[in-house]
């Protein structure tokens, strides 16, 4: 009992000894804690939105923290001594010394990116200090300041070395053809490989802008040799947005745009129209031997009525520019998006709606419920998840669908459209009268028929895409080890519905009695019966991973070995068979302090387009980079702040060698096509050229095969700087690049045509392509008011140097020695203004036009002294339709919440080939339309005025008068360069306490203007951005944009 009790005594008194010293250690421990600081603060952007992850660090020492969605933080320092430094990936880092603060504001300005951010690469990630290949990278912020309906239109001069060059501005196919470095080849693709989250896709215009986090440009073959046979023509990787850690941010983005045309033709009215046709054939009169018997094709009384508009239905003046289209439409964009996590989970979802109208007059002319707008859709879903499993295993989860619907008249595309626009005449018919369409007794065109009876069509696009990645520390075999694995599915469906219909035509009569009455044409029929036409395809991507990434002092080394197989299939095609690539991929670097860095990239790959034993290669690349501002003997001044020079040199191919090679009989060219039957067999030439005599039955052999052939090989090299210069507020770039490509896929020309067959391809020729570029950008504050300037600009020259072509007779008609899309013609040195300069002995004889030749004429030159005009004088003349120089310069400022961003755009040393739609005012045999900019042809009034004269004498017809004028010459080639106010935007941010109520974080307000101003040669009515066409097809023209919008956090 005793004992018991002197247990539980020594038991109280050792409890007491504990509690005592607990006591003291926490007592201790607090004042320990109360010797720190504690400091809170918010960070924000210069227009005045928190940055969440925004890194704080107190200078020389571990502790560190970040700040959450509100920008908030909170974090403990031991003396008012302490700074802390503030940094976040784009923008300029600061540092804070703590002092008597214990709440801090820091407002962080856009700058030139640290050194230390992190840049996307093919298959992982680089610093930009420790990068030695070539790359450029843009981030959301410029994408989002372009309202357009996809991504590539917004990439258009804010990248050194990317050209994006729109074709037409046709809502829902308005995107920008892109090429990297201009054109390598030519006859394969000459775009280049697009990765969405490193997956490849066929389309990524449909994706929303702001989904996107990052864009990153691979232009060397240190960058794209990972990608092996795919990366010749460069790679462009778009990175989506991920979940941060902070509590949930909603982000809500609205705009609404009004949409207009550039520039549009203008076509002559009904008097100018009929009095330059008159002139036309009294031109033409001439050449026939009839100009003495010559009667006008109206006469002065009809010249009356079209200048008077007295009679509007037989004597119409119909500007049917103004009939089909309307001056503006709308647009809008809307997203919400949400963002935020946990240390465990993170999460990014959004959802986002765009909508875009055609400008084609919708107002119900006919007074029925079919219209012929164009009306684009699209709706976009994206989620993005990241769980860490465990400390060393995180999975990441990706799901995104876009969904399209875009539905219009079912006329062809839209040039036949605007084709039938550029036909019709202002005479030709009256349009419409009193709701219904009208044709005259001469059956003129009204392009409304086509618009109207043609019905409408509906096509329904949706790419859903899935992807699950597994990354797994391997610590526990060796420090800086890991592994991931990803599967990627996408999948793709569309279905095109056409309904039949027609809408009932009237001709305008009018009897002896002068009254005019409209007879209807056919069985009026209502909206009939529709087809539909599905489509399927699917894509399958794995990959697996082992990654290193280890630093021994200073030394720095990374490894990646890897394996990746892509699936393609399309189960709507009978002879589409299924597409497959296989790759083994390996890159190591090593680096010393930063200072002397090595790279190398090796891929093993393979390709089912070619031949059994011929599908696999190997595709090596080597740099390096030295920086010389952490060496010892330079001098630490404020000029030169950081300098990095880098080299590389690799090899990578392009597999995708023809002409729709996707299909069977395209694709696999080693294989040859099948023997045909046919009623009749190749003899050599007929009266039309090569082909077909007789109509005996026979066999014609198809194309030949070719085991042997390969993918195109293109062998680059690379020498270039990156620089920060006077105290880091100028960032410059600058590389200089060769690449020679080899292997080009062709066909011999110098077979004669006796041979009856087809000659199999082969892998003979040879292209140079060889360029530099420079971007940079300065970024400064005075006072309140921060600035910046950038540009960038890229010069890329190609050059055939083998393909088989036809001996010629003269050295400067070879293609060969030439640039790609490079325009041949005759030398045109004015006019013919005189009989007297005609009837001149001296002047050469034109062999085509049987040397009858007239005052107006185009005068060529006789290149080659024979004193004969013909297809031996043509020589090289302007540039390619593919511009050497493109360009662009920006602006940016903003001040007390107030900011402003200007982007200027353009490109030089390209040439246009003016259309015979724009060249000749009578275009077919048939008269149609005629521009307006073509009243300045040659006439004898003209000329004794000393009016400009830009075009020869009016024609009608193309070949019937056997006329030289509209030969290809340096008359109808215009230098295309041009220089576009491509992008404008004023917006002002409120200050997030207006809202603290609201628990509303931020909120922004812009105006942006896109493509608002052009300065160009090109005449008025085209875009210099659309491409060259000989044909009388020409695009929907482009648009400009007022966009307003918001931009809301919460």
């Given at each position: 009992m005793n004992f018991s009790k002197k247990l539980s005594f020594l038991a109280v008194l050792k409890v007491i000894k504990i509690a005592t010293f607990m006591l003291f250690l926490l007592l201790g421990a607090n004042a320990l804690y109360a010797q720190n600081i504690t400091i809170t603060g918010y960070?924000?952007?210069?227009?005045?939105?928190?940055?969440?992850?925004?890194?704080?660090?107190?200078?020389?020492?571990?502790?560190?923290?970040?700040?959450?969605?509100?920008?908030?933080?909170?974090?403990?320092?031991?003396?008012p001594d302490a700074t802390l430094v503030?940094?976040?990936?784009?923008?300029?880092?600061?540092?804070?010394?703590?002092?008597?603060?214990?709440?801090?504001?820091?407002?962080?300005?856009?700058?030139?990116?640290?050194?230390?951010?992190?840049?996307?690469v093919g298959y992982g990630t680089q610093t930009k200090v420790t990068s030695t290949g070539a790359q450029s990278s843009i981030d959301s912020k410029a994408l989002l300041q372009s309202p357009v309906a996809n991504i590539s239109n917004s990439l258009v001069g804010r990248v050194a070395g990317l050209s994006a060059v729109q074709a037409s501005g046709e809502p829902g196919a308005d995107q920008?053809?892109?090429?990297?470095?201009?054109?390598?080849?030519?006859n394969g693709s000459q775009e280049p490989l697009i990765l969405v989250d490193g997956i490849q896709v066929n389309n990524y215009n449909n994706i929303d802008p702001n989904e996107i986090e990052s864009i990153t440009v691979l232009k060397d073959a240190s960058s794209t040799a990972v990608y092996g046979i795919r990366g010749a023509n460069g790679v462009l990787i778009i990175t989506t947005k991920m979940g941060k850690v902070g509590a949930p941010t909603f982000s809500y983005s609205g705009n609404y745009a009004i949409n207009s045309f550039t520039d549009i033709r203008e076509n002559m009215n009904s008097f100018d129209y009929a009095n330059s046709l008159n002139q036309a054939f009294f031109n033409d009169a001439y050449i026939s031997g009839t100009q003495n018997n010559f009667v006008p094709r109206f006469s002065d009384a009809d010249l009356a009525k079209y200048k008077s508009g007295e009679d509007p239905v037989f004597f119409p003046n119909v500007n049917w520019y103004d009939v089909v289209f309307k001056k503006s439409s709308g647009q809008q964009q809307h997203n919400l998006n949400i963002r935020g996590g946990t240390d465990k989970v993170r999460y990014f979802i959004s959802a986002g709606l765009f909508t875009q109208e055609g400008l084609f007059n919708d107002s119900k002319l006919t007074g029925t419920d079919l219209s012929p707008q164009?009306?684009?859709?699209?709706?976009?879903?994206?989620?993005?998840?990241?769980?860490?499993?465990?400390?060393?295993?995180?999975?990441?989860?990706?799901?995104?669908?876009?969904?399209?619907?875009?539905?219009?008249?079912?006329?062809?595309?839209?040039?036949?459209?605007?084709?039938?626009?550029?036909?019709?005449?202002?005479?030709?018919?009256?349009?419409?009268?009193?709701?219904?369409?009208?044709?005259?007794?001469?059956?003129?065109?009204?392009?409304?028929?086509?618009?109207?009876?043609?019905?409408?069509?509906?096509?329904?696009?949706?790419?859903?895409?899935?992807?699950?990645?597994?990354?797994h520390s391997l610590d526990f075999i060796t420090k800086g080890l890991s592994t991931h694995g990803e599967i990627a599915y996408q999948n793709f469906n569309s279905q095109q519905t056409t309904y039949s219909s027609a809408v009932p035509t009237y001709r305008a009569?009018?009897?002896?009695?002068?009254?005019?009455?409209?007879?209807?044409?056919?069985?009026?029929?209502?909206?009939?019966?529709?087809?539909?036409?599905?489509?399927?395809?699917?894509?399958?991507?794995?990959?697996?991973?082992?990654?290193?990434?280890?630093?021994?002092?200073?030394?720095?080394?990374?490894?990646?070995?890897?394996?990746?197989?892509?699936?393609a299939t399309d189960p709507g095609f009978f002879d589409l068979v299924a597409n497959t690539y296989q790759s083994v991929v390996g890159r190591a670097t090593?680096?010393?302090?930063?200072?002397?860095?090595?790279?190398?990239?090796?891929?093993?790959?393979?390709?089912?387009?070619?031949?059994?034993?011929?599908?696999?290669?190997?595709?090596?690349?080597?740099?390096?980079?030295?920086?010389?501002?952490?060496?010892?003997?330079?001098?630490?001044?404020?000029?030169?702040s950081f300098l990095k020079i880098r080299g590389s040199y690799g090899e990578v191919g392009n597999d995708q060698i023809g002409n729709n090679f996707l299909f069977s009989n395209n694709r696999f060219l080693y294989r040859p096509t099948a023997f045909t039957r046919q009623n009749g067999y190749f003899t050599g030439f007929n009266n039309s050229g090569y082909g077909l005599i007789g109509g005996r039955a026979g066999t014609r052999e198809g194309r030949g095969s070719n085991p042997d052939l390969t993918w195109e090989r293109k062998i680059a090299s690379n020498i270039g700087f990156d620089a920060y210069l006077i105290n880091e507020k100028v960032n410059l770039t600058v590389d200089f690049f060769q690449e020679e490509r080899d292997n080009i896929l062709a066909t011999f020309q110098t077979i004669g045509g006796t041979a009856g067959f087809q000659a199999a391809p082969e892998n003979f020729g040879k292209m140079r392509n060889k360029g530099f570029e420079v971007a940079g950008k300065f970024n400064d504050k005075f006072k309140e008011l921060n600035y910046s300037f950038g540009g960038n600009f890229s010069f890329a020259k190609n050059t055939i140097l083998e393909q088989d072509e036809i001996n010629r007779l003269f050295a400067y008609q070879n293609r060969t020695g030439n640039s790609f899309g490079q325009g041949f013609g005759l030398i045109a040195d004015g006019f013919y203004n005189s009989w007297a300069e005609v009837n001149n002995a001296s002047r050469p004889f034109y062999l085509n036009q049987n040397n009858r030749i007239q005052p107006g004429d185009v005068k060529f030159r006789d290149v080659n002294g024979d004193g004969i005009i013909d297809f031996n004088d043509e020589v090289p003349i302007g540039y390619s339709d593919v511009p050497q120089i493109t360009y662009g310069f920006n602006f940016g400022a903003n001040y007390k919440g107030f900011d402003l961003s200007l982007l200027f755009q353009g490109a030089a040393q390209v040439s246009l080939q003016y259309s015979r739609r724009t060249t000749q005012a009578f275009f077919d045999a048939q008269p149609t339309g005629a521009v307006n900019t073509l009243l300045e042809s040659w006439t004898p009034e003209r000329y004794a005025q000393g009016l400009p004269i830009k075009f020869?004498?009016?024609?009608?017809?193309?070949?019937?008068?056997?006329?030289?004028?509209?030969?290809?010459?340096?008359?109808?080639y215009t230098d295309a360069s041009y220089l576009r106010l491509k992008n404008l935007e004023i917006g002002y941010s409120l200050k997030p306490a207006l809202f603290n109520k609201l628990k509303i974080k931020g909120a922004r307000f812009y105006v942006t203007g896109n493509n608002l101003l052009t300065w160009t040669k090109v005449v008025k009515g085209i875009d210099p951005e659309n491409p060259s066409t000989t044909a009388n097809f020409e695009p929907y023209p482009l648009v400009k944009t007022v966009n307003f919008g918001t931009n809301i956090n919460f």
């Open positions: 960070v924000y952007d210069d227009t005045n939105f928190p940055l969440p992850g925004t890194s704080i660090v107190e200078k020389g020492s571990n502790n560190q923290t970040q700040t959450n969605a509100q920008g908030f933080f909170t974090i403990s320092v031991k003396s503030i940094s976040s990936i784009g923008f300029t880092s600061k540092e804070v010394k703590i002092g008597s603060q214990r709440t801090i504001k820091v407002v962080l300005e856009t700058g030139i990116n640290s050194l230390q951010d992190v840049i996307v920008s053809t892109i090429r990297i470095r201009g054109i390598g080849t030519f164009i009306k684009y859709n699209r709706y976009n879903f994206r989620s993005n998840l990241d769980f860490d499993i465990t400390k060393k295993f995180k999975a990441t989860f990706r799901l995104s669908s876009q969904t399209e619907n875009r539905e219009g008249t079912n006329v062809g595309d839209t040039r036949t459209l605007i084709d039938n626009i550029l036909r019709a005449t202002p005479l030709s018919s009256p349009g419409i009268v009193d709701g219904k369409i009208v044709l005259l007794p001469n059956g003129g065109d009204n392009p409304l028929v086509s618009i109207y009876s043609n019905g409408y069509r509906t096509r329904f696009n949706n790419t859903l895409n899935g992807s699950l990645r597994l990354d009569i009018r009897d002896i009695n002068g009254e005019t009455s409209l007879v209807l044409l056919g069985d009026e029929q209502v909206l009939g019966g529709f087809n539909i036409t599905p489509g399927k395809n699917n894509r399958i991507t794995s990959e697996f991973a082992l990654d290193y990434k280890r630093k021994f002092g200073n030394h720095n080394v990374t490894g990646l070995a890897l394996y990746n197989q892509i699936r090593y680096d010393y302090k930063s200072k002397y860095l090595v790279e190398f990239n090796l891929a093993y790959n393979g390709s089912e387009n070619f031949a059994p034993g011929k599908r696999f290669g190997l595709f090596p690349s080597y740099s390096a980079g030295w920086v010389p501002t952490e060496e010892a003997f330079f001098p630490k001044n404020k000029i030169i020869p004498r009016f024609a009608v017809g193309n070949n019937t008068t056997e006329s030289n004028n509209y030969r290809s010459s340096t008359l109808f």
